[in-house]
């Protein structure tokens, strides 16, 4: 089960690359059965296919840039998807709501979690506000969502720099 916060046709690098990396895995390995679970944005259909993946939207509210989800749908969404037939979690950028609530809900079922990391800082926004905000959301539950984790993947030597030098991960 690949998580997602946002999938296509929300449009941005991680939803490319999400897109992209799982349909070439998908199709070069076609004994896996690969799933994206993400939030319903940009008036996406709740379920399609997309090639080779399942793809399966919870409802949400909020902004499309960051949304928020009820609890309850995603555990309906992982009820419908038989969540405990998965062999593993695969989550992306630590500081997302639905990332972490995911790596939690993995962790507490006792599923293992490849987390793949795509940001190599800390999210600024032109409100400083925000950025304080979002500072202090990274350093606690960021850090708790990296530390949960059976293993992380950078994808870039930037990005394992910043997480080796900012959460001690190596």
């Not at 076609?30 to 993946?53: C, F, H, M, W, Y």
């Not at 950028?93 to 979690?113: N, Q």
């Amino acid at each position: 089960l690949v998580v997602a916060t946002n999938f296509p046709p929300h449009t941005g690098g991680v939803e490319k690359y999400t897109l992209d990396f799982f349909s070439v895995l998908g199709q070069e390995y076609r004994n896996l059965d690969i799933s994206i679970l993400s939030l319903q944005t940009a008036k996406a259909p709740k379920r399609e296919r997309i090639g080779v993946l399942n793809v399966v939207r919870v409802p949400c509210f909020g902004s499309d840039i960051n949304p928020f989800f009820s609890p309850k749908k995603v555990q309906g969404a992982l009820e419908d998807m038989d969540f405990s037939s998965f062999d593993l979690v695969i989550t992306q950028c630590r500081y997302y709501l639905f990332t972490g609530y995911m790596v939690f809900t993995a962790r507490r079922k006792g599923m293992p979690v490849l987390h793949i990391e795509h940001n190599a800082g800390y999210m600024l926004h032109k409100n400083p506000l925000i950025t304080l905000i979002a500072r202090l959301y990274d350093v606690f539950i960021g850090r708790k969502v990296l530390s949960k984790a059976t293993s992380i993947v950078a994808i870039s030597e930037s990005v394992k720099k910043f997480l080796k030098e900012n959460f001690k991960i190596t």
